[in-house]
C-alpha cells in the first residue's frame, strides 16, 4: 500500500474558479477526512465520510465547498467560486481506528 | 463545541528533556492522540491515549489525565531532528480536532 494520495499536489488558480481536489485513501480504511491548513496554524476539520456516508460537516464550511465519496474508496472536494482566503493546505486522512493517515496535501493558491 | 490548548512554542537543548502540555474541552471525548509535522511535510501519528496514565513508545511517551482535561507529550533524549510542530488532537465520535500546535526548537 502507498498510503493516502492526494492530487494534484499544487493549484493556483484565480479567484472565482471552482477547483477540485481528489484523496485516495488507503484502501481497507473505512473512515476519510477533510482538513484546511494554514501556516502557523492546525489542521482544521472540514468534514469526514464513514464509508460512503459524509457524516459530519464543519459549520464553518460555506456553502461553495462540497464533498463527495461515491463509493467508499477515493474522495473529492470541490470549491466553488474560490476567494482568496481560500488559499490553504488542503489534507486528507484516512483511518481504521484511532490513527489518521495523511496524505501530502493539495496546496491551493488563489490569485 | 471542543477546544485545546497548547503552548505555542518550547524550546530545548539537544539530549535533554521536554514536556508539551495540552489540555482540553469536549463532549464526547474518546481519546487524545498526539501528531508530528516537520515543516513542509505532513503530520504523522506518534500516540494515542483512551486511559489514564502514561504511554510509551521508545523515546516518546504521552499522558492522559480525563479528570483533569489534560495530557502530555513527553520527548526524551531530544535529537536535532524533533524539531518539528508537535499537535494534540481529541477524538470525539469518530471525529479528530486538532490543537493549533506547538513549535518545538532544539538547540545544539
Known amino acids: 500500500d502507498t498510503g493516502v494520495s492526494q492530487n494534484p499536489r499544487h493549484k493556483i488558480t484565480k479567484r472565482g474558479q471552482n477547483v477540485t481536489f481528489r484523496c485516495d485513501p488507503i484502501s481497507e480504511h473505512n473512515r476519510l477526512y477533510w482538513y484546511r491548513q494554514t501556516l502557523g496554524q492546525g489542521p482544521e476539520f472540514l468534514t469526514y465520510?464513514?464509508?460512503?456516508?459524509?457524516?459530519?460537516k464543519s459549520r464553518l464550511l460555506s456553502d461553495r465547498f462540497s464533498a463527495e465519496r461515491p463509493k467508499g474508496s477515493f474522495s473529492t472536494l470541490e470549491i466553488q467560486r474560490t476567494e482568496q482566503g481560500d488559499s490553504a493546505m488542503y489534507l486528507c486522512?484516512?483511518?481504521?481506528?484511532?490513527?489518521?493517515?495523511f496524505g501530502q496535501g493539495t496546496r491551493l493558491t488563489v490569485v | 463545541g471542543q477546544s485545546l490548548e497548547q503552548p505555542s512554542e518550547v524550546t530545548a537543548v539537544e539530549g535533554a528533556i521536554v514536556q508539551i502540555n495540552c489540555t482540553y474541552q469536549?463532549?464526547?471525548?474518546?481519546?487524545l492522540s498526539w501528531y508530528q509535522q516537520h515543516d513542509g511535510g505532513a503530520p504523522t501519528f506518534l500516540s494515542y491515549n483512551a486511559l489514564d496514565g502514561l504511554e510509551e513508545t521508545g523515546r516518546f511517551s504521552s499522558f492522559l489525565s480525563r479528570s483533569d482535561s489534560y495530557g502530555y507529550l513527553l520527548l526524551q533524549e531530544l535529537q536535532m531532528k524533533d524539531s518539528a510542530s508537535y499537535f494534540c488532537a481529541v477524538c470525539r465520535d469518530d471525529k479528530i480536532i486538532f490543537g493549533k500546535g506547538t513549535r518545538l526548537h532544539i538547540l545544539p
Open positions: 486522512a484516512s483511518s481504521k481506528q484511532t490513527e489518521a493517515f
Open positions: 465520510f464513514q464509508n460512503e456516508a459524509q457524516l459530519e
Open positions: 469536549t463532549s464526547g471525548f474518546y481519546g
